[in-house]
């Protein structure tokens, strides 16, 4: 298993932008898949994007695509979800994760992080 730390969360006015960061420890981080989730008061954990373990497939929520990116740097051991015009319902707690399987539907988690918050004004 991997480690995660999770950076980057804020209060950002609607229309705004935000980065986040997510850091792995451990030598194998390369081998997993990488992805972002996020869980708003009250409602479920909902699947917000991953990437594949070499970075050359993504997988978006319906609710995110064209706004967010998620890259990954394998020899820093970092993910990051790059987001755009931030909604007021993108206000959430951002987990990063990492798992065996990730397609369009979502990913297999095998280790989580600890969750940054993101909020966004309207």
Avoid: H
């Avoid at 950002?12 to 980065?19: D, I, M, T, Y």
């Avoid at 594949?52 to 890259?71: C, L, Q």
């Amino acid at each position: 298993q991997v480690q995660l730390v999770e950076s980057g969360g804020g209060l950002v006015q609607a229309g705004g932008s935000l980065r986040l960061s997510c850091a792995a420890s451990g030598r194998t981080f390369s081998r997993y898949n990488m992805g972002w989730f996020r869980q708003a008061p009250g409602k479920e954990r909902e699947f917000v994007a991953a990437i594949s373990w070499s970075g050359t497939s993504r997988y978006y929520a319906d609710s995110v695509k064209g706004r967010f990116t998620i890259s990954r740097d394998n020899a820093g051991n970092t993910v990051y979800l790059q987001m755009n015009s931030l909604k007021p319902d993108d206000t959430a707690v951002y987990y990063c994760a990492a798992g065996p399987v990730a397609g369009a539907k979502g990913m297999d988690v095998s280790s989580w992080g600890q969750g940054t918050q993101v909020t966004v004004s309207s």
